[in-house]
């Protein structure tokens, strides 16, 4: 039998204590990898993922987060640059504090734990990162103007990051899902005079007729993080329901 694909790697994840960010964490560690959460909320992990304090938007939190998960797990192979927020609201109604919370966890986030990280995924025999995208970043969704602008940056770093690390053996991937029924997406909802009513919109959206599940983006990480995938880099992998690029027939039946 085959060793885990994951054997003998480290993966640190950010935002990995919860919806997309703790499945990934999960499913890197069931396929053998010893993983890390860098998150503001630490509390309640499964015994497998250690939880590192962290805030993507500080680089002093940063530096001390890879520095302790370098030292506990023994070193750092794969990022998972998942943590992000939203903001509801046109160019109309979104202050200019909502822009810069945004762009900063989104978009700088992503570039600052990529930097304190990089000396280490360059000692790795098997160095990768992914980012965390999104459909908003090549498509319209209605009502968040700093969101998909900063997901639309996320997918341009992408192959930036994957160009400037491809000569040094480091791959750049990124993973777009559609919507993924997470606490995000609820406290979303919440906003919303009807709530079911959206909720119904939004898997009415995808052309599967229902919202990406937080595991099938975690599968989807895995695969572009693993060492298997040698030859993946500047992608951006559509985990979306068919909403990018399907146009089905309102009448056709979907299960
Ligand atoms: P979530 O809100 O359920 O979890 C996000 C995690 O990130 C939380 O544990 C939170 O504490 C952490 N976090 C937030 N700000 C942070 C900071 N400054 N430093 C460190 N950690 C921080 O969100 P969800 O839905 O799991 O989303 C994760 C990623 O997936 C985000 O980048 C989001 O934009 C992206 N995404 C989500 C979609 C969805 O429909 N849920 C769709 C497409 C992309």
Not at 180 to 185: A, N, R
Not at 193 to 209: I, M, N, S, V, Y
Request: aromatic share 2%; hydrophobic share 45%; net charge negative.
């Amino acid at each position: 039998m085959s060793a885990p694909e994951y054997d003998g790697l480290v993966a640190a994840v950010t935002g990995g204590s919860a919806g997309i960010g703790l499945a990934v964490a999960e499913e890197l560690a069931a396929r053998g990898a010893r993983v890390a959460s860098l998150d503001l909320d630490v509390a309640d992990l499964p015994d497998h993922v250690l939880g590192v304090s962290c805030n993507v938007t500080d680089r002093s939190s940063i530096d001390a987060a890879i520095a302790r998960v370098v030292d506990e797990l023994g070193g750092l192979d794969v990022l998972v640059n998942n943590a992000g927020i939203s903001a509801v609201g046109t160019v109309e109604e979104l202050s200019d504090d909502q822009w810069h919370r945004v762009l900063d966890v989104n978009v700088v986030g992503i570039a600052r734990v990529s930097a304190v990280a990089l000396p280490h995924l360059r000692r790795s025999a098997h160095p990768s990162i992914v980012n965390m995208c999104s459909i908003g970043a090549l498509n319209g969704l209605p009502q968040r103007a700093a969101y998909n602008a900063s997901k639309g940056a996320v997918l341009a770093l992408t192959y930036a990051m994957a160009t400037d690390h491809v000569g040094e053996g480091i791959r750049v991937n990124c993973v777009s899902p559609g919507t993924v029924h997470t606490g995000f997406v609820d406290r979303m909802l919440a906003k919303f005079p009807d709530p079911a009513k959206e909720k119904a919109a939004l898997d009415a959206r995808q052309a599967t007729g229902r919202m990406v599940s937080p595991q099938e983006v975690a599968d989807a990480v895995a695969y572009l993080a693993s060492p298997r995938s040698g030859s993946t880099t500047g992608t951006a992998l559509d985990v979306d329901g068919g909403i990018t690029h399907l146009r089905p027939r309102a009448t056709q039946s979907t299960r």
